[in-house]
């Protein structure tokens, strides 16, 4: 097992990473369940998955589950699931020295983070991610959020968790293109900071999806490292280091958009088709070798991921493309700063990008 500390002031908390987490449950999560009866938040699809083992870990350990299960998909991350979510925390009884189980992917951790944030001003909660995109980011870092009719994640709390257990074992039930999704946000580690990881995915991420325990656990203790000297150097992104995880995100955001945040582009093929967008346009201004973004391109079609926005067909130019940007809630006072790259391993945040160049350069792109 790998053990990540995540050092933020006043709240330091541990992610463990390995096999067996879930089964284990109550001795990992020794002195923190206080009570008989343990509040678990999940969806429809993890609950078929691993209801049944949670269920019995706790009972092996003393306790039984209170389950509130939510429908799978992004839609449960809403303001009608959030109110009815804490309605149904404070009838459970849930004090604030309580822990909350947030057992699933990155909508059941933002949506529960979130309202642990708001139960009574704060109560504590423990993600127990089950997605590989939850295991290397979302459930690491305290950003929660819900979404609202103007649009994502725009409504939200930095919360973090007390304990994060990623069970290298969640990831034998995910559907592959889920597993695809998520090794996206690994190969953004080795894009944004570090280049001999990114070789590492090069050599090894074929072996990863295809369910190597080894270069899983490797991966994901690597990420969440990667993650936690970010979270920690800079947990409310205000010095602009932790917008560097934003890496293919404002690409990837508007593509999502383009495509109604729908089936057709999971958030993690948005993120990886928007970090080689995000190296093309790097060279594009001269700012890093076009043979450097090309293998970014490259790589991912070589672990049969998209990697051209041309064949997502998606009948817009790049003015609509860019349209979808403007609303961004990164946009600071009409300048929208992108993460860019000088190289592979070697992100920036620039902030001299204008979006009538972004449009020009995704034009080209659209008609590759
Ligand atoms: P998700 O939570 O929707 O999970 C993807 C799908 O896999 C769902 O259908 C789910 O039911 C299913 N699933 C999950 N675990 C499973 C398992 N072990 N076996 C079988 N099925 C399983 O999506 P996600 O990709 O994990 O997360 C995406 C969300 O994360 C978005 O809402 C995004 O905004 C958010 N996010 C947040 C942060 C952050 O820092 N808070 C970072 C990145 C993404
Ligand atoms: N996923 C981006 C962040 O945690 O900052």
Request: aromatic residues 6%; charged residues 20%.
């Amino acid at each position: 097992m790998a053990v990540i500390p995540v050092d933020v002031a006043g709240r330091p908390y541990e992610v463990r990473i390995g096999t067996g987490l879930l089964a284990n449950l109550v001795s990992e999560c020794r002195g923190r369940l206080r009570k008989a009866r343990v509040p678990v938040m999940t969806d429809t699809n993890v609950y078929a998955a691993w209801g049944a083992a949670i269920d019995h870990a706790l009972h092996q350990g003393g306790h039984e589950a209170a389950w509130r299960i939510l429908p799978a998909g992004e839609a449960s991350k809403s303001w009608d699931q959030l109110a009815a979510t804490t309605d149904w925390l404070l009838a459970q009884e849930v004090e604030r020295g309580d822990h909350v189980l947030a057992l699933g992917g990155g909508v059941i951790g933002d949506l529960t983070g979130f309202a642990a944030a708001i139960l009574k001003r704060g109560c504590q909660f423990i993600q127990l991610p089950t997605t590989l995109l939850a295991q290397v980011d979302s459930s690491v870092g305290g950003k929660t959020a819900i979404n609202t009719p103007a649009g994502k994640n725009l409504v939200g709390a930095f919360h973090q968790p007390a304990l994060v257990l990623a069970d290298l074992a969640a990831l034998d039930t995910l559907p592959p293109r889920e597993l695809r999704a998520g090794y996206a946000e690994v190969v953004k580690y080795g894009l944004l900071g570090d280049g001999t990881f990114f070789a590492w995915c090069d050599a090894n991420g074929a072996a990863l999806l295809a369910g190597d325990a080894g270069a899983r656990e490797y991966a994901i203790a690597h990420s969440v490292a990667a993650k936690a000297r970010i979270v920690a150097a800079d947990e409310r992104e205000t010095t602009g280091l932790r917008a560097l995880l934003n890496l293919g995100h404002t690409f990837g955001h508007a593509l999502e958009a383009q495509t109604g945040f729908s089936d057709r582009l999971l958030h993690g093929e948005g993120v990886a088709l928007g970090m080689v967008l995000a190296a093309r346009f790097s060279a594009a201004r001269g700012l890093m070798p076009r043979a450097s973004a090309e293998h970014v391109a490259r790589h991912f079609a070589e672990v049969g991921m998209a990697s051209e926005v041309a064949a997502l067909g998606l009948n817009c130019d790049g003015a609509e493309l860019v349209a979808h940007m403007r609303h961004d809630k990164k946009m600071d006072a009409g300048v929208l700063p992108f993460v860019l790259m000088h190289g592979i391993g070697h992100a920036f945040l620039a902030t001299d990008v204008a979006l009538d160049e972004v449009a020009a350069f995704l034009d080209g792109e659209l008609a590759r």
